[in-house]
Nanobody
């Protein structure tokens, strides 16, 4: 069983930055693909970024968000810059135990965190 705990969300003005963290339990963290998804009110959960064999990000965040991981600390990060009001959402961390799966589909992840709220004011 893997537990994921997100932190770092909050309220920020447009153009600002935040760094989200996701701390994981489990002895084989380094073998997982890790992803970030978000869900805005009234919308479906959407892919943001992932790190597995490589790094991947949605077109909407390319050039603004960066995903990284520290396997020794069992933590994955999402550095968010130039935030926009449309980035407002609950952000979820997820882990996939099979790196062969596509990282952009939420259905390919086995474990999820509880989410952290990010609110960007205009």
């Amino acid at each position: 069983q893997v537990q994921l705990v997100e932190s770092g969300g909050g309220l920020v003005q447009a153009g600002g930055s935040l760094r989200l963290s996701c701390a994981a339990s489990g002895r084989t963290f380094s073998t997982y693909s890790m992803g970030w998804f978000r869900q805005a009110p009234g919308k479906e959960r959407e892919f943001v970024a992932a790190i597995g064999w490589s790094t991947y990000s949605a077109d909407s965040v390319k050039g603004r968000f960066t995903i990284s991981r520290d396997n020794a600390e069992k933590t994955v990060y999402l550095q968010m810059s130039d935030l926009k009001p449309e980035d407002t959402a609950v952000y979820y961390c997820a882990a996939s135990t099979d790196r062969s799966r596509s990282v952009s589909s939420q259905w390919n992840y086995d474990y999820w965190g509880q989410g952290t709220q990010v609110t960007v004011s205009s």
